[in-house]
T-cell receptor
Framework: GAVVSQHPSWVICKSGTSVKIECRSL??????MFWYRQFPKQSLMLMAT?????????EQGVEKDKFLINHASLTLSTLTVTSAHPEDSSFYIC?????????????FGPGTRLTVL | GQNIDQPTEMTATEGAIVQINCTYQ??????LFWYQQHAGEAPTFLSY??LDGLEEKGRFSSFLSRSKGYSYLLLKELQMKDSASYLC??????????WGAGTKLIIKP
C-alpha cells in the first residue's frame, strides 16, 4: 500500500520558536495533502488542505499566519508552526490522497508529537 | 450542518463479537470509511463502503445503508490487540472527509 512518512516523529521546543514538520508520500504522487491536529482523547481536526502548487485552504479558526503550509512538490508538504506556544502542543498528522487509488482513501503519516515548553 | 455520531466508548470480551454503529448527516456522500487508531499512533485504514450492503474483510466487516445514513463496523473473534479507537468518516460532496469523534473499544480478557 501507499506509504506516507512524517519527520520528525516528536519534537520538544521552547515557547516562541518555530517548528517545521515534513510530510512525504514515498511511493505515489499526492496532489492533495491534509494536515490534522489531534488533542488527547479527541478526534482528528482538519487544519488545512494542501494542494501542490497553490495556496493551502485553511479550516475556520485555524490561523494561516501561524500554521504555514507549503506544498512545493507532488511528494512533499511542510507545516511550520510559527512562534509556538504551549497550547500548540498536540499530535500533528498529515495524510495524502493517492489520485490513482481505487477510491479516495487518505493514507496517513505516523504523526508528529509536538511539545512546547 | 454536517454531523457524524458514534458511541464514545464500548467494552467487549476477548473472543466475542462487537458492532460499532455510525450515523451521519452530510452534504453529499461519496463513501464512508472506517479507520482504526491505537493510542499515540496515526489512523490506519480498515474499510470503505460506497454502495449499500456488507463488505467482509477477514474478522472485520462493514455495513452501509445510504437511505438510513447508517453504517456499522463488526469485529469478530476479538483479540486484545483490537483495543483501539475506531473512527467513522464520510467523504462529502466536496470529497472532504468528515470525521466522527471515534469510539474507544476496550477489550477485556
Amino acid at each position: 500500500g501507499a506509504v506516507v512518512s512524517q519527520h520528525p516523529s516528536w519534537v520538544i521546543c521552547k515557547s516562541g520558536t518555530s517548528v517545521k514538520i515534513e510530510c512525504r508520500s514515498l511511493d505515489f504522487q499526492a496532489t492533495t495533502m491534509f494536515w490534522y491536529r489531534q488533542f488527547p482523547k479527541q478526534s482528528l481536526m482538519l487544519m488545512a488542505t494542501s494542494n501542490e502548487g497553490s495556496k493551502a485552504t485553511y479550516e475556520q479558526g485555524v490561523e494561516k499566519d501561524k500554521f504555514l503550509i507549503n506544498h512545493a512538490s507532488l511528494t512533499l508538504s511542510t507545516l511550520t508552526v510559527t512562534s509556538a506556544h504551549p497550547e500548540d502542543s498536540s499530535f500533528y498528522i498529515c495524510s495524502a490522497r493517492d489520485q490513482l487509488a481505487d477510491y479516495n482513501e487518505q493514507f496517513f503519516g505516523p504523526g508528529t508529537r509536538l511539545t512546547v515548553l | 450542518g454536517q454531523n457524524i455520531d458514534q458511541p464514545t466508548e464500548m467494552t467487549a470480551t476477548e473472543g466475542a463479537i462487537v458492532q460499532i454503529n455510525c450515523t451521519y448527516q452530510t452534504s453529499g456522500f461519496n463513501g464512508l470509511f472506517w479507520y482504526q487508531q491505537h493510542a499515540g499512533e496515526a489512523p490506519t485504514f480498515l474499510s470503505y463502503n460506497v454502495l449499500d450492503g456488507l463488505e467482509e474483510k477477514g474478522r472485520f466487516s462493514s455495513f452501509l445503508s445510504r437511505s438510513k445514513g447508517y453504517s456499522y463496523l463488526l469485529l469478530k473473534e476479538l483479540q486484545m490487540k483490537d483495543s483501539a479507537s475506531y473512527l467513522c468518516a464520510v467523504l462529502d460532496s466536496n470529497y472532504q472527509l468528515i470525521w466522527g469523534a471515534g469510539t474507544k473499544l476496550i477489550i477485556k480478557p
